[in-house]
């Protein structure tokens, strides 16, 4: 068997990249990831800038003399005639006069000639002089203009999956639409006899189908649209006929259950039989192994790039390992969303639970992950029944990893992959 690593690798080096690009506007692109560097259009701020709300002044005009101070000791004063105002979207009109000063507000443009902004808080106003505790310095609560962009300066580099504050960004250098990389079109299939639909009350045998309902989720968090979710049942010319129209509608095929060995585990043999080539089945890891990965070739005239396939065990937990140790990889290089190394995305807690020996296959554990009270992360055993336990999996915050031929001791550093929904 492969280990987890080696099997990763061979499956990232069949994703053939981005799906291609679109224009979308911005109120559709949160998530989606940026397919071409965007240049600011304008500077930020577009002219020097009031920070607070005072008054503008030139600081120069406190030097010299110019000023007697009426009191007795204490901090200097000095008073000027406000000749105006300058508010957001109306500023004062022209230059501002020597030894003047003008009312001004947050996010308003400083009059020409004044260089400072004094604030409110600091002054006092009589009718229209206006007397200053101490003496402002030049540049002192004014933003200056192309301080934060200027025109050409790249904003954003390519593979950046937006944020909600990026589109604020992108709003503010004028980037509607936005080009972004094409969503990888999905479909999910389960396989089983013994699955029923959730509104379904399971009969002899029977339980309610619940593999769909996380994949759909997850691959929708990456950036993906599901355009298929449904349950199949254990029957090859059923799985054939949906194998077949699955991989037609989308860019990647994922199914769950059916790619064990067994008499009714017909998966793999019927992927094969529509054309699917394999390339893995089985890896070293605990739970999960008898994961299948193969890619079915372009159709001449159809398609451009290869789809993926992943055939993931039916229990869900070995589920959600497969897709959070394999799938979300290969799926995010689809979207073209930065991927990080599978190792990159692991973290170090101290194992607060007993001795844990791993035989020929990486183990993996659930685990709650706090903090100690000397700041280190802190890995606490979940108890759980095995791989068909999903429940304790909504209380895990990870998954403690243990090497092969390897045991984990009591206190010891463990890595662990975080697990955030």
């Known amino acids: 068997m492969l280990d987890p690593s080696q099997a990763l690798e061979q499956i990232l080096a069949r994703i053939p990249g981005p799906l291609g690009t679109e224009s979308v506007p911005l109120a559709r692109a949160r998530g989606r990831s940026l397919a071409a560097e965007v240049l600011s259009d304008v500077d930020l ?59 001004i507000f947050t996010g308003a443009e400083l009059p020409q000639g004044a260089n400072a902004v004094v604030m409110v808080e600091h002054t006092t106003r009589t009718g229209s002089r206006v007397t200053f505790r101490g003496a402002p310095k030049a540049g002192q609560n004014v933003s200056h203009r192309a301080e934060i962009l200027s025109v050409g300066r790249p904003v954003f580099a390519p593979r950046r999956r937006l944020s909600p504050v990026d589109l604020s960004v992108l709003a503010a250098v004028g980037a509607e639409p936005v080009s972004v990389f094409r969503r990888p079109r999905v479909s999910i299939l389960t396989t089983g006899d013994e699955l029923v639909p959730v509104t379904s009350t399971p009969g002899v045998g029977q339980i309610r189908e619940g593999n769909t309902w996380f994949l759909r989720a997850a691959c929708e968090a990456l950036g993906c649209e599901v355009v298929r979710s449904e349950i199949v049942r254990d029957d090859a010319s059923a799985l054939e006929l949906a194998f077949r129209a699955a991989l037609d509608d989308g860019d990647a095929l994922i199914t769950t259950g059916g790619v064990s060995v067994g008499k009714y585990d017909l998966v793999g043999p019927t992927l094969e039989r529509i054309g699917v080539t394999p390339v893995l089945h089985k890896v070293a890891i605990k739970p999960g192994k008898p994961i299948w990965f193969g890619v079915r070739p372009p159709k001449p005239g159809k398609e451009a790039v290869p789809k993926p396939v992943f055939g993931l065990p039916g229990n869900p937990v070995s589920a959600l390992l497969g897709f959070e140790v394999f799938v979300r990889a290969a799926l995010s290089r689809l979207a073209g969303m930065p991927i990080a190394d599978e190792r990159e995305r692991r973290r170090l807690g101290r194992w607060r639970g007993r001795d844990v020996t791993a035989r020929d296959r990486q183990t993996n554990l659930p685990c709650l992950v706090g903090q100690g009270t000397d700041g280190v992360t802190e890995l606490e055993p979940l108890p759980w029944k095995g791989s068909a336990d999903i429940v304790a999996l909504t209380a895990a915050g990870g998954l403690v990893i243990v090497p092969p031929a390897t045991t984990l001791q009591a206190g010891a550093l463990a890595s662990y992959r975080p697990l955030a929904f």
């Open 45 to 103: 701020p577009p002219f020097e800038k009031s920070a607070m709300d005072g008054y503008a002044v030139r600081a120069s005009d406190f030097s010299g003399g110019a000023f007697v101070d009426p009191s007795a000791g204490g901090e200097t004063e000095h008073e000027l005639p406000c000749v105006g105002e300058s508010r957001a979207g109306e500023p004062f009109g022209g230059a501002m006069p020597p030894y003047s000063c003008v009312a």
